[in-house]
């Protein structure tokens, strides 16, 4: 059905009311009025006959013809009425406007034919007399209760019309300035009324755009007031639910973005309906271009894909370790929860993935670690107990063989015992890290290498490699200085443990805005890129026999790590294979 507004569903229809129904009146009226004042008229003319009946009877009754003629004419110049006068035969005596001569008999006329009757007789017809439509009454002549001629009195219908005319232009002009002013004020009074109903749209229309805090006007029209008052309560409400709705979203992706696992959700058709930034990371995904994309069509991993299918399948949780392949593979726990609406119907499921990459790699070096110690601390006690067997054997009973076992003995049992230090210290600066740093004083960054490179003047001796040293004086640092110089020291021992002979190692302390770096240079051996990134890990060995025969125990970079960490600051090594290595130890500055 077409649309229209209101005001013209209603105006129109009421505008036909009015006017019909003022036509009607009019009408109806007009009518009336006419009927009245013709009777008013008829009335007015028997009254004028009745006066000249009285007039005119004594000149009848003596005959005096011409005197009753000029009478007639008299009396019609002072009433405008035309006054004739026919006697019992029909002839006429007396006329007003025309000769009574030349006028034919008159006793047909019906008006007249009634007045002989004895009654008053009344007429509206054409005059041939005077060539036009005029009103009659005539009254009979009564002598001795005989009718001796009969009055009458006449005037044009035209006058009539006249008045009658101008009385209807009247009604006419009445009734358009009544149409023209109930017109205008029903169109006021619509406006009142559709005019709040507007103003109640427009402010729906704005609720519906969102803005529910602009309040409708509460109009006068009770009706129209109690709709406004409900739709505003009705916007109150929603502003408030929809609030909450936008506050509890806010604190449910404060919460998504701010947590350390990923949650990825979909709906029943595996359509992505929402995801963290962290899932986003794991995955490799664009937060903006997943959403709303089916899994399958964004997610790669088919580990990943295989268990979200099969989670969208069952209605349990379910739970598994997927692996990522990538530049550095990663390992996560994947739990997969149905979404459930609140009729509790399964709606989707909802993904959280936690990444255990480094807690595996934690456990593997546990599990590395334990199998080097067992390892590192079989081969010296294999060989102490076979040194041991083999004396009791017989060979302690050559001199030679039992200098020689007994030396391998204490060689190992030396190894050994390194090994354990190492070990300790190593576990004792692990547990000891919050401690060392809270035990951390100032030092002289000087003092540390000096001694350092003091104790080692027998070892570069023996190994004929010079030892040099450069530090600006005065530098310091917040330190513990035992640990410090094993650090150094270890690093220094690598250095010439690694160095062929005749060549020198080079310790230099060098500053920049924020730290303190000692450098331990060496041009011995150097080391391959690719163990680089591996060096400073427990037991990590390029050369294990050389190490070993140089007396290392593999722990010793390790060691010298873990006192650096505790004295907040790194390691760092650039070495070359054949040209030397340079590691050095940065300390944040005092
Ligand atoms: P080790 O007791 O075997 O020396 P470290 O932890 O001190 O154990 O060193 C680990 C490994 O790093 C060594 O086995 C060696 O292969 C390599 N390395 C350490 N320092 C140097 C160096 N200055 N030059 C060449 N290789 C080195």
Request: glycine share 6%.
């Amino acid at each position: 059905m077409k649309r229209r507004p209101l005001f013209w569903r209603v105006y129109p229809y009421y505008f036909i009311v009015i006017l019909l129904s003022l036509f009607l009146v009019a009408i109806y009226g007009a009518g009336e009025m006419r009927k009245m004042y013709i009777g008013q008229v008829t009335d007015t003319l028997e009254a004028r006959a009745k006066v000249t009946e009285r007039i005119l009877r004594p000149l009848l009754l003596a005959n005096e013809i011409t005197l009753l003629n000029r009478e007639c004419r008299e009396i019609s110049d002072v009433s405008s009425t035309r006054i004739t006068v026919i006697d019992a035969e029909g002839t006429v005596l007396g006329d007003s406007y025309e000769n009574p001569l030349v006028m034919e008999k008159h006793g047909k006329r019906p008006e007249i034919v009634q007045a002989y009757g004895g009654k008053v007789g009344t007429e509206t017809r054409y005059s041939n007399t005077l060539q036009q439509n005029m009103m009659y009454v005539a009254v009979p002549v009564l002598h001795d209760s005989v009718v001796i001629a009969v009055v009458r009195s006449a005037v044009p219908v035209s006058e009539v019309e006249i008045v009658l005319t101008s009385f209807y232009r009247n009604i006419a002009i009445g009734g358009a300035i009544i149409v023209i002013l109930a017109a205008l004020v029903s169109v006021a009074v619509l406006r009142r009324l559709t005019d709040p109903l507007r103003a109640l749209r427009n402010g729906a229309g704005r609720f519906a755009a969102g803005d529910l805090d602009s309040l409708l006007p509460v109009p006068a029209t009770e009706e129209i007031a109690d709709l406004s008052e409900s739709m505003n309560r009705m916007a109150s409400q929603l502003d408030a639910r929809i609030r909450t709705i936008a506050r509890q979203r806010n604190e449910r992706e404060a919460i998504l973005s701010s947590m350390a696992e990923g949650v990825l959700a979909l709906d029943a058709d595996g359509k992505i309906v929402s995801l963290n930034r962290t899932a986003a990371d794991f995955l490799g995904l664009d937060i903006a271009q997943s959403a709303g994309k089916a899994f399958y069509e964004v997610i790669r991993a088919p580990s990943v894909l295989e268990f979200i299918e099969r989670a969208l399948r069952r209605t349990d949780v379910t739970e598994m370790e997927v692996t990522l392949p990538g530049a550095s593979e990663k390992c996560f726990q994947v739990r997969a929860a149905a979404l459930k609406d609140v009729s509790g119907a399964r709606r989707g499921v909802v993904v959280v993935f936690n990444d255990i990459t480094r807690l595996k790699r934690l456990e593997s070096i546990r599990r590395d670690f334990v199998a080097n110690v067992s390892h590192e601390l079989r081969t010296p006690i294999t060989a102490i107990t076979g040194s041991i067997e083999t004396l009791l054997d017989g060979a302690v009973d050559n001199s030679v063989d039992r200098e020689r076992f007994l030396k391998m003995i204490a060689r190992h049992s030396e190894r050994l015992n390194h090994l354990v230090e190492d070990l300790l210290s190593l576990a004792q600066i692990e547990s000891e890290i919050e401690q060392t740093r809270a035990k951390l004083s100032r030092g002289r960054v000087n003092d540390v290498i000096e001694s350092s490179v003091a104790a080692f003047q027998e070892k570069s001796r023996l190994h004929q490699v010079s030892v040099t040293l450069s530090c600006e004086p005065g530098l310091e640092a917040d330190m513990d200085q035992g640990q410090l110089e094993q650090a150094i020291s270890n690093l220094i021992d690598n250095a010439i443990k690694y160095s062929d002979t005749g060549s020198s190692v080079a310790v230099e302390v060098t500053t920049s805005d924020e730290e303190i770096v000692i450098s331990v240079k060496d041009s011995g051996v150097g080391i391959a890129a690719e163990h680089l990134p591996r060096l400073f890990e427990r037991f990590y060995r390029i050369d294990e026999a050389r190490s070993r025969e140089a007396g290392g125990t593999g722990l010793g970079l390790a060691i010298v790590k873990h006192i650096v960490a505790a004295h907040g600051g790194r390691v760092s090594v650039d070495s070359e294979l054949g040209k030397g290595s340079v590691f050095r130890v940065h300390l944040p500055k005092a």
